[in-house]
């Protein structure tokens, strides 16, 4: 088998020499290039004569390069470098980049939600002339055992792609990528990687023998990844997050590297219109065009874009009916998304135009007026105005429709009617200023191609101590369905799929986000990971919903999982680990008592499980059996669950869990938990709160610090 030659620190190697001599032994060498190159000439001429040498990475005019793999290749899209740098060293060829990698792809391994469209058919659609393909760390923790079924399977992959013609021009080009190695990061609460990295080691070999045996240019990552690593330690800096994943600063330093394996090496174009470019303003073209790119390909509520709901069709005065293609007047999801994502694909085009200009050392002001129609879809529902809108009570007229618990009362903290930009709340919570954090979801379920203004994060304040908010923060916005946070650090983690982030607070408005956890599906957003809730230990739990295949990267490998679940996720170490897997159709209510006892509510079912009994770990793709409620729901669907741990509650009604509840019930249960055996039940009390206003949802609850 190939062995990496072992390469002296003081010694500057271009990576296409690891492309050239993979296949041959570690030879001694001298520290200076000229000795270098003469020794290992011969080698290379001798490897050519065998017809075994590995042809370099080459670009055309036009190419249309799919980057496809795991989350290495996922996260270049959001930091632009290794685009940004392709398009300086190339910046006539009018080049068009599309990533369709998703964390946890394995080369054969590569899970999507329900009609979402094969890796062969999204790579006919982007009409693929040269892939990109970052595989071999996911394979890599099978070991040593594994390694004849992935030198098979990889095998297997070249020779059939290469048999296709995506683009209509003739057979793609690849070139493979091999995984980096993990790092040692200055931060011990991560785990050591001297294990990964021997098997890790072993897979890129494998990859280097069968790009050869197949004629494929191969770029070995592994190597100046420990390169890049080693130097920033003497620096005592990190280039990992999580010792798995780069940072921005790792991204464009692997990116440099992987400039190296082009013809001409790192050097970049002559032209010095393109050399006194600003390359900030490339990249910020670069990241621009693959945030409307990523919109498109991993658009999130995609269940009804072209899963199972896309098949429902709407008409004014008519019950919905689930037909496709259903004649007029109904119209159906999947006609207006199919039409919105059309716009979604001119939108990115549009962005490479600008690109091409900027690489040239130009600029043009990106213009949308060319973007196909959607068609307009009306109500099927019109409300009673003359406009067919809705009628809504304010703040107060709301409050004189509720029906609140004999001893307490409900005070008015903040409205829309105030703070415009509170509208359509899905979580809330109290931070350790006494401020209301609330994430609002203004474009449920998804926002549309040209939607403007997007979701926010605010910060509710009452300055005045009048028990009013008379204070709002825009902690940070331009969101895509936020549906869940936590407070972490200095700041907080925010769900916004398929991203969980953590974004610090830099005064009072939110900092640069860093992309903490990958691939958290979204295939219904309203079943994207949300109830967001601490454990004793300070572990975040995420509830994930039906449809979705969240399938993650972690140290100890790839932890997989096909519609509904609950995930443990430390930060401080990177561990993420399956917490119940379970036939849930949507776990909105998470909650610990006093105790550390762990309440899971079914929203859809408004079914309320005892944690514990079936949290224990069990194979992926196996789910427990079905589990008994702890308390007979006198109705459906709950939509938060919270409990009552407040001095200011009396002490009858300390630890009692509180339901919401938005449909059958409008209103807040309330229910005594006592324990039952080895378990809990409950017994449902007089409610909290509740409304004959139709308007009147609670989403959530939580205590504040006046109780």
Not at 163 to 189: C, H, M
């Amino acid at each position: 088998m190939p062995k990496f030659p072992t390469t002296p620190a003081s010694l500057s190697i271009d990576l296409s020499l690891y492309i050239f001599f993979s296949n041959v032994e570690a030879v001694a060498i001298d520290k200076m290039r000229f000795k270098f190159i003469v020794l290992v000439l011969p080698l290379l001429g001798a490897s050519l004569a065998r017809g075994q040498q590995a042809p370099a990475p080459e670009l055309k005019s036009g190419d249309h390069v799919a980057i496809i793999g795991s989350t290495m290749a996922d996260r270049f899209q959001h930091s632009g470098w290794l685009e940004t740098y392709l398009y300086t060293k190339y910046p006539d060829l009018d080049l068009a980049f599309r990533d369709l990698a998703v964390p946890a792809d394995e080369v054969v391994t590569r899970v999507r939600p329900e009609n979402f469209g094969t890796p062969d058919e999204w790579l006919t659609k982007v009409q693929a002339d040269v892939i990109f393909a970052f595989f071999g760390f996911n394979e890599s923790f099978q070991g040593k055992a594994g390694l004849p079924k992935f030198k098979t399977d990889l095998d297997a992959f070249l020779k059939t792609t290469m048999t296709k013609n995506y683009s209509g021009k003739g057979s793609p080009r690849i070139v493979l990528f091999s995984p980096i190695a993990n790092e040692r990061t200055q931060d011990p609460n991560f785990p050591d990687p001297k294990a990964n990295n021997v098997n890790i080691r072993l897979y890129a070999e494998a990859m280097a023998e069968v790009a050869r045996d197949n004629g494929v240019p191969f770029v070995d990552l592994f190597g100046p990844s420990q390169q890049m690593f080693a130097a920033a330690a003497k620096r005592g800096q990190s280039l990992t997050i999580n010792g798995l994943h780069l940072s921005e600063e790792g991204d464009k330093l692997l990116a440099q590297a992987i400039m190296k394996s082009f013809p001409g090496g790192q050097s970049l174009s002559l032209k010095a219109e393109v050399n006194a470019l600003n390359e900030e303003k490339l990249r910020d073209a670069v990241i621009d065009k693959d945030a409307q790119w990523e919109a498109r390909y991993r658009t999130i509520d995609g269940n009804n874009v072209y899963g199972g709901r896309s098949a429902l069709s709407y008409a004014p005065g008519h019950n919905m009916v689930s037909d496709r293609n259903a004649a007029a007047p109904y119209i159906s999801n999947f006609k207006v998304m199919q039409e919105e994502m059309a716009q979604r694909d001119v939108l990115t085009a549009n962005r490479d135009k600008r690109i091409w200009a900027v690489a040239q050392g130009g600029d043009m002001k990106v213009d949308d007026s060319n973007l196909p129609p959607v068609t307009p879809v009306p109500t099927d529902t019109p409300g009673p105005n003359a406009d067919g809108s809705d009628v809504y009570l304010d703040a107060e007229q709301a409050i004189g429709k509720m029906t609140v618990h004999s001893h307490m009362k409900v005070n008015l903290f903040a409205s829309e009617e105030q703070f415009p930009e509170l509208v359509s709340p899905v979580q809330m919570a109290w931070d350790t200023k006494g401020r209301l954090w609330v994430a609002a979801w203004k474009n449920y379920p998804e926002r549309t191609p040209t939607s403007k203004v997007g979701d926010s994060l605010l910060i509710l304040e009452d300055t005045k101590g009048t028990g009013k908010a008379d204070k709002i923060t825009h902690f940070l916005d331009d969101l895509n369905g936020p549906t869940g946070f936590n407070f972490y650090k200095n700041g907080v983690l925010l769900m916004e799929a398929p991203d969980l982030w953590f974004v610090p607070e830099v005064n009072g408005h939110g900092g640069p986000i860093e992309r903490v956890l990958m691939g958290m599906d979204s295939a219904d957003s309203h079943h994207t990971a949300n109830a967001l809730s601490l454990d004793p230990g300070g572990a975040i739990y995420l509830s994930d919903g039906v449809f979705h295949r969240s399938h993650l990267e972690t140290a100890l490998g790839p932890v997989r999982n096909n519609d509904a679940a609950i995930y443990r996720f430390e930060p401080r170490t990177g561990k993420f680990e399956t917490y119940i897997s379970y036939d849930f159709a949507n776990p909105h209510g998470r909650v610990f008592d006093y105790w550390g006892n762990d309440l899971v509510t079914d929203a859809t079912g408004n079914n309320s499980y005892f944690g514990p009994a079936f949290s224990g770990h069990i194979d992926y793709p196996v789910k427990h059996a079905g589990m008994n409620q702890f308390w007979d729901r006198p109705s459906r669907p709950c939509a938060g669950t919270g409990m009552i741990s407040s001095r200011h509650f009396p002490p009858e009604l300390q630890g009692e869990f509180l339901n919401c509840n938005v449909i059958g019930f409008q209103g807040i249960y309330l229910v005594k938990m006592s324990e039952d055996g080895s378990g809990q039940k409950g017994e449902i009390q007089e409610s909290l709160v509740s409304s004959t206003d139709p308007n009147f949802r609670p989403v959530a609850v939580s205590i504040g610090p006046d109780g």
